[in-house]
Structures are given as C-alpha cells and as structure tokens.
C-alpha cells in the first residue's frame, strides 16, 4: 500500500502526527468536565471491583447518562505511565484523535485514491476544533473517532453484501458497542445501518432477487446486536439495568434544560434557546475555508462519482458507500436543526461530524486537481508541453494547508480557539462567541501571575503567600500553581483575579491588569491585581461589557 507516493506521504504525515502529540501532550490545561469525568471512570470501576454493591455511579451528578469507556480507560492506565492522571487522559485522548486521522485517510483513499485519501487525513489533522480537541475533548473526540470507525466499517460490509464476511460484522458490533460505551447517540448507527442496506438495493435496480439478497445480509448483520449490547454494558452499566435506560437518556439529551449560556454572533443566549441555525452558524465559522469547499465540492462531485460507478458490483459498493459519507457529515446537522436542539460550547458536542466532512474535502479537493489536470497554460508548439494548471492548484492547496498549519502553531497550546476568515479569526470571534469555554488558557495566566509576583519580591524583597480568585474549576488551578499561591473562593478578599474573557468572566472583579493570554489577535484570558483599583477608564470599560452580558434573545 506505502508504494505510492501519497500513501508515503500519509505515513509520514502520521508520524509527524504522533511527535507532535507526544511533544505537546503535557502542554494542555485541564478542562472544566475532566475532574467529574475522572471520578466517574473510578467510581464505575468501584462498582465492578465492589462486586457490584458500590452504586454509587449512577447517582454522581448526571454522569450516568453517559458512558464511562475513556474514563475507565483513563483510570485504570494511570497507574502504570509515569504521567500525572489528567497528562494520561490528555495522551490518550490524542492517541486516539490521531487515529481518527488515519480512518478518514483509510476511507478517503478508498473511496477516491491516495491523493483523495491524504488530502482528507491533512484537513483533518489541520482542523483547529479537532487538533485542539486532541487532548482534552474526552468525550468528544474518542466518539468522533469511534463513529468514523463504524462508518469504515459499514462501508466495507456493503463491499461484501450480501454475504458479509462475521469478522467484519462482529468488529462493526465492537465499534458500535464501544461507541454506545461513551454516548448514547451512537444510536443513529442504526439509521446509518439502515440507509446502507436500501442503498446497496437500490443501486442493483430494486429487483426482487437483489430484495432477498438484502433481506439476507440484513440477517448475516444480526450477530452485531448482541455484540454492540455486551460491549456497551461493560463500559455504560446504567444502561442496562432497566431496559429503556438508553431512550431515557437519549431523550434527556434531546431536551437539555441546564443553566449554561452560549454566545453566538454576539449575543448570549441560554442552551434551550438558541435558534436553529446554531450548529450550521459554528460549523460554518470554525471550519477551515479549505475544509468547508473541499467538502462543498466533494458533495457537488459525489452524484457524477455515484452515477459513473453504477456499471459493476464494486462500483456499486462505492457509490453507496460515497453516499454514507455524506449522510454521516450532514445527517447531525439537519437532525440538529429540524429538531431545533438545545446547543453550546460551539461544535464540541458535534466533533463527530468532522471526520465525514474531511472525507467529502479531500474528495472535493482531488476532484479538483483532477479537472485543473485537463488544462495547460503557456502551451509551446514545438513540445507541446506548457504549466498545468493541476501544478498550481496543487501549489496554491499547499501555500493554504501550510498556513493553516501555522495559525495553529501560532495558537497553541489553544489550538481549539480557532476560527476562520468569516469572523475575522479568533480576534474577531472574542466576546462574541464562545471561543476558550474548557479555560485552556489558565496554566499560561498562572505562569504569567506567577512572573508578576517573581518580580514584585525582586523589588521588595519580601516573600509572602498570595490569595488567588479565578473564574475556572479549582483543579486546574492547583495542579498548576506554586506554593506562593492558594485558591480562594471569597473573591472580595483575594490578591489576584484570574479569569478567561469567555462569557466576560473577566469583568466580574475589578483591577489593574497585569498580565494577559493572547492569541491571534484577542485576548483569552487575563490577570488582575485587587490590591489596586482599577484606572478609571477601565472601569468604564468593565460596567459596559457587564452590560452586555444581560443581552437576551428569546427565539
């Protein structure tokens, strides 16, 4: 397979991948859900080693509508790597992003070629929502990467309709029961099952024999259920203890009504509130612009690519599976939409619609190649040879991937911040949308208070312990700070306030500010001293963005 230059090209492309991760992973803050989720991986794990008497799961806050597989994953490697238990959840979460990156160049390359298959690994790995949701979405993106697993796999069951070979059926059945194992949404698998089975008969012509062949790899299919229902119960054991426990929490999801707020264009609503058009609006403004028209022009060539492969059995296979894709990259949005869901944190619960996205760019973007290839410019009479105009597609792709590649290295370690050209990148999208909402932006602020308070003793010469208010998780302050700092939780008696600007947490305290977290252009978090009061133009400043923090839309 690696004899092609591409397929070389996308073994080192993962490579490189892993370096990184490997190099980076310790550089990351923890998130605002980390610490719930650590302690449920444990207490479901008690449960087990309890012989099952230590309930004490299903009960920690609303965690058991969730499975607990990276938890548990996460829980149980911690003691055998030599990494603080939060740095082991931050590697393994990337560990399994990057593979998601090699699954969308499996399927990208199957269904396109090499070229097709790299060019979607790339806009993956480049995506700043996946890349920076690499180390601490935990959910999100072991999800993401399980349901694009399930799709490969999917696709190469209707390569072996209608009689599938049981190795790729029970390993389908492992993938969805360890997807079901993180998140009960994994259910629309189902659907996408389904839609894959009428599409194989339909592409044969809808003849009664191509019926009952259906009918029949429909049953071979049937080995996956029970499968998937063991796998999900080992790592999600509430949903099993009552038989509609999964509907419970699917329709718990599906009507959220907690008291998180959201920005989108610059107004603040509540979860329950916000309009339709949320995850179209976030897809369309945290998506690299490469990314959204590859995938727009991969969606333009799918119907031609489906048409043309509708003279062979494999062809056919092909064409059905070109159509999973698309059904898997647009089913959660229109879903989304039609159902008018309650939405926050941007796309994050929506990570898993990425990976199908790529799949469609990188097949939209080697289409392209493919037709700048039948032009030439500057033709001489003589050769007959002149410049392609696939060399400066292809060198013009290249220049654009590259500078992806290096807004990311300017973000990092908030790689996850990320916004594209239609709202002026992140500078642009501060205060307006919700941009550093896991406060990833916190062990730089600390770093930063920490050389603040380093050079106040140089010139006082005195040493004492400073009380510190900050606007995120306890935890994540603590893993980080030195000894010449402690969490307070009354803030009016704190020395210093640190605070990330998403939802203008920044604006609760006033101060002179001290230090600042900056990224492209806006400011992520900041550092105030309380010993001081703020200038007077900073007060201004402050009551006019606490002001706008009332703004409601009711839609």
Avoid at 85 to 101: N, S, W
């Amino acid at each position: 397979m690696f004899g092609d230059p591409w397929d070389l090209a996308a073994a080192f492309g993962l490579l490189a991948l892993l370096g990184l991760v490997a190099a980076t992973f310790r550089h990351y803050g923890i998130s605002n859900d980390e610490e719930v989720q650590h302690v449920y991986g444990a207490k479901l794990i008690d449960w087990y080693r309890s012989g099952f008497t230590d309930t004490s799961a299903f009960t920690y806050k609303n965690l058991y509508l969730y499975g607990g597989l990276f938890d548990m994953a996460a829980v149980a490697l911690a003691p055998f790597l030599p990494f603080d238990p939060y740095e082991t959840r931050h590697l393994l979460c990337a560990l399994i992003g990057v593979a998601g990156v090699a699954v969308v160049w499996a399927v990208g390359r199957r269904l396109a070629g090499p070229r097709a298959g790299l060019l979607a690994g790339l806009l993956l790995a480049l995506c700043g929502p996946w890349y920076g949701g690499l180390f601490n979405h935990t959910k999100d993106v072991p999800f993401a990467m399980l349901m694009m697993a399930a799709v490969a796999l999917l696709i190469r069951i209707v390569g072996q309709m209608p009689r599938p070979r049981w190795g790729t059926v029970l390993g389908f059945g492992l993938v969805v029961g360890l997807a079901l194992g993180i998140r009960v949404g994994a259910l629309m698998l189902a659907g996408y099952v389904a839609a894959a089975l009428v599409g194989w008969v339909v592409a044969g012509g809808l003849s009664a024999p191509r019926l009952r062949q259906g009918v029949s790899g429909a049953l071979r299919l049937l080995p996956a259920l029970p499968v998937a229902y063991g796998v999900m119960a080992v790592f999600w054991p509430w949903a099993v203890l009552e038989p509609l426990n999964p509907l419970r929490a699917l329709a718990d999801f599906s009507h959220f009504h907690y008291p998180i707020r959201t920005m989108l264009g610059g107004t603040e609503y509540w979860m329950y509130e916000v309009p339709r058009s949320y995850l179209a609006w976030y897809l369309a403004i945290k998506l690299p612009l490469v990314m959204l028209a590859g995938a727009a022009l991969g969606l333009l060539a799918l119907p031609g690519m489906m048409r043309s492969d509708l003279v062979d059995e494999e062809g056919k296979a092909r064409a059905v599976a070109c159509g999973l894709v698309a059904l898997a990259a647009l089913f959660p949005v229109v879903w989304f939409t039609l159902t008018h869901s309650p939405g926050y944190t941007a796309i994050r619960h929506f990570l898993f619609v990425l990976p199908p996205l790529a799949v469609l760019g990188g097949i939209g973007l080697d289409r392209l190649l493919g037709w700048a290839g039948a032009w030439r410019f500057g033709v001489s009479q003589r050769s007959g040879r002149g410049l392609s105009a696939a060399a400066l597609a292809g060198g013009f792709l290249a220049l654009v991937l590259g500078r992806e590649a290096v807004v990311l290295e300017s973000l990092h370690p908030n790689e996850y911040v990320y916004f594209n050209e239609l709202v002026g990148g992140v500078a642009g999208a501060v205060r307006k949308y919700d941009v550093d909402y896991w406060a990833n932006s916190l062990p730089e602020a600390v770093e930063n208070l920490a050389e603040v308070i380093a050079e106040e003793e140089a010139r006082t010469h005195r040493h004492r312990t400073y009380s510190v208010a900050v606007c995120a998780e306890p935890l994540a302050f603590e893993k980080l700070a030195p000894a010449n700092m402690r969490w307070v939780t009354d803030w009016t008696r704190a020395d210093f306030f640190i605070a990330p600007t998403q939802e203008d947490c920044d604006t609760l305290m006033t101060g002179p500010t001290v230090a600042e977290v900056e990224r492209g252009g806006a400011v992520l978090a900041v550092v105030k001293d309380l010993r001081r009061p703020a200038e007077p133009s900073e007060t201004v400043e402050m009551a006019r963005l606490r002001s706008g923090r009332q703004q409601r839309h009711w839609w």
